[in-house]
């Protein structure tokens, strides 16, 4: 091992000794470790432009060398962290779900129970003018699918753990529930969250919820809006509403101020601005 060590030890240092000094400083281990990470780009622009939760873990794993070299505590892995909290959250509502369908309260969704639910979900194609008894015969059909695909220990009913067994491998796809809930990301998550919102809101018989990319969606317009009118107003030097030819020139000049600081010819520059 002490061999194996010793020749790792001496090819690092080979490898990143750029003074030639024998020795490593800080700014050596910066000027091997930024371009090994950042690829070509600026590392700025990379690290600006990289995900939230991509970004968390590049973190967690700084930490955790820390940690490691510095024998202290080991960080929290943040990804799992969320996952649990997430997977707690998405149990709470599914549960919310299942309660509003086991109108019993007895912990079990019966065959009665699921045809009422699927029934009421049907009533708006029943007003548009379907066939109730051919959409009760549908219902009935469904309901009992679905028993016989969930029903895990053949009671001839659902309980909560039998539909909680069927989604988590559903969703997350044979990764562990924590892991698929803590990396996926924050908008994606968001929108999950708003369709089981808006499922217990259905069988509850509530207010929906608002579509949180909408809200969203509104809010950015509303600053995007904000920040192009006052653009518009440093053009408007006047306040009279409008941009003028006069404004727009004068606004174009500005900007060429550079341009002719840097030798250009004033008059060419004025001849392209008023074109």
Known sequence: ?????????????????????????????????????????????????????????????IDSLVAQLTQTEPPVNPAT????????????????????????????????????????????????????????????????????????????????????????????????????FGMMPAENYEMFVFQIDSLVAQLTQTEPPVNPATKRGADRLKEFTAKLKKAFDAVDTDGDGNIGPDELRATLMKGAEGMIAAGANPEEIKAEVDS
């Open 1 to 61: 091992i002490k061999a194996e060590v010793d020749s790792q030890a001496d090819q690092m240092i080979g490898a990143l000794d750029a003074n030639g000094d024998g020795k490593l400083q800080f700014d050596e281990i910066m000027g091997f470790a930024i371009p090994m990470f950042c690829q070509g780009q600026e590392p700025e622009a990379f690290f600006g432009m990289m995900p939230a939760e991509n970004y968390e873990m590049f973190v967690f794993q």
């Open 81 to 180: 962290k969320r996952g649990a909290d997430r997977l707690k959250e998405f149990t709470a509502k599914l549960k919310k779900a299942f309660d509003a369908v086991d109108t019993d309260g007895d912990g079990n969704i019966g065959p009665d129970e699921l045809r009422a639910t699927l029934m009421k979900g049907a009533e708006g194609m029943i007003a548009a003018g379907a066939n109730p008894e051919e959409i009760k015969a549908e219902v009935d059909s469904q309901a009992d699918q679905m028993i016989g695909a969930l029903d895990a220990n053949g009671d001839g009913k659902l309980q909560f753990d039998e539909i909680m067994g069927f989604a988590i491998p559903m969703f997350c796809q044979g990764q562990e529930p924590e892991a698929f």
